[in-house]
């Protein structure tokens, strides 16, 4: 059983920054991914980023190239967002979860752990 914490979120001007943070505990593995996801009412759940624990491959949806990145570190057991140059639209609750899969990782079904989520809001 894996139990995920995330924090960070709260309210921040459109181009700011906010750096989410997501640390696990209880059973651990070997390999798998960690992944970030976001939500906005009346929006499905959305991939954000994701990062395998032993290699850092990494992947990013679309929309925030150039803006996000995921890191880790692995003797704290905590995975990062930095998020820059936020936007309205970033506006949502985001999630982090772990997979025991390292492929197919962009994929919300992929993932068997999940943290209770934390607010990100973006004023105009």
């Known amino acids: 059983q894996v139990q995920l914490v995330e924090s960070g979120g709260g309210l921040v001007q459109a181009g700011g920054s906010l750096r989410l943070s997501c640390e696990a505990s209880?059973?651990?593995?070997?390999?798998?991914?960690m992944g970030w996801f976001r939500q906005s009412p009346g929006k499905e759940r959305e991939f954000v980023a994701a990062?395998?624990?032993?290699?850092?491959?990494?992947y990013y949806a679309d929309f925030v190239k150039g803006r996000f990145t995921i890191s880790r570190d692995n003797a704290k057991n905590t995975v990062y967002l930095q998020m820059n140059s936020l936007k309205s639209e970033d506006t949502a609750v985001y999630y982090c979860?772990?997979?025991?899969?390292?492929?197919?990782?962009?994929?919300?079904?992929?993932?068997?752990?999940w943290g209770q989520g934390t607010q990100v809001t973006v004023s105009s």
């Open positions: 990062t395998t624990w032993s290699g850092s491959t990494k």
């Open positions: 209880g059973r651990t593995f070997s390999s798998g991914t």
């Open positions: 979860a772990v997979s025991r899969r390292i492929t197919g990782v962009i994929a919300a079904r992929a993932y068997d752990y």
